[in-house]
């Protein structure tokens, strides 16, 4: 049996309310599409971040990154120039005469160290444009941990930063301390050049 007139309108009239009701709801969809899109990358970023943070406390970068001072209750790594390496305007006296039982020291702030290779300083690893690694791209920072090489290829990195045991970290966690690091507030400072010893000397080219 052929349906009825007022059966193909009524399924004419059906169609038209939902393209109607579709045309309508489209935009908005879009909109709304539009305004959240940015909004995973922002947080993939920050659990990055927050995970290169946690990073950066188990693998000690204060150690060594952050100068140290005479707290209350010994010393302790001064927060309020964190990650900012060797400070400038410490100038350090030739280290003292050491003997094969203690072939290398440390300075009280433990941002250098006097050894074979010659006197080293701890980085300024905030993102300091002129002074840190503020014009560092995510693939300088991994290069550089990969190879033991500034900028993934310039001079040696000296001890004692232990780089040899980070070179196997995963992509995934140098950038994620790489992203933390982007958090970190700048600090002007600007770290003395290594002095080379024979070690060094005799190794590079």
């Given amino acids: 049996m052929m349906p009825s007139t007022s059966l193909r309108q009524g399924s004419r009239t059906t169609r038209l309310l939902a393209l109607a009701g579709l045309l309508a709801t489209g935009p908005l969809m879009l909109a709304c599409s539009g305004s959240t899109g940015s909004a995973p990358a922002a947080d993939d970023t ?63 702030t433990n941002t250098a160290y006097a050894g074979p290779w010659g006197v080293s300083f ?29 900028w993934g290829h310039a ?15 995963t992509d995934e966690d140098l950038r ?7 958090t970190v507030p700048p600090i002007r400072n600007q770290v003395p050049e290594p002095i080379p010893g024979p070690v060094v000397a005799e190794q590079t080219p």
């Fill in 176 to 182: 994620a301390i790489y992203a933390f690091l982007r």
């Fill in 46 to 108: 920050a659990r990055l971040a927050e995970r290169g943070a946690y990073l950066v406390k188990i693998i000690g970068c204060d150690d060594c990154h952050t100068p140290w001072i005479e707290g209350l209750e010994g010393p302790e790594p001064d927060m309020t120039r964190r990650l900012s390496g060797h400070p400038e305007d410490m100038a350090l006296a030739a280290p003292a005469a050491v003997d094969e039982n203690w072939p290398w020291q440390g300075a009280g």
């Fill in 122 to 150: 701890a980085a300024n690893l905030t993102p300091d444009e002129l002074t840190g690694t503020g014009i560092w791209t995510e693939d300088i920072f991994v290069q550089t941990l990969r190879t033991g090489r500034h």
């Fill in 155 to 169: 001079r040696p990195i000296l001890p004692p930063m232990p780089w040899q045991a980070y070179r196997w970290m």
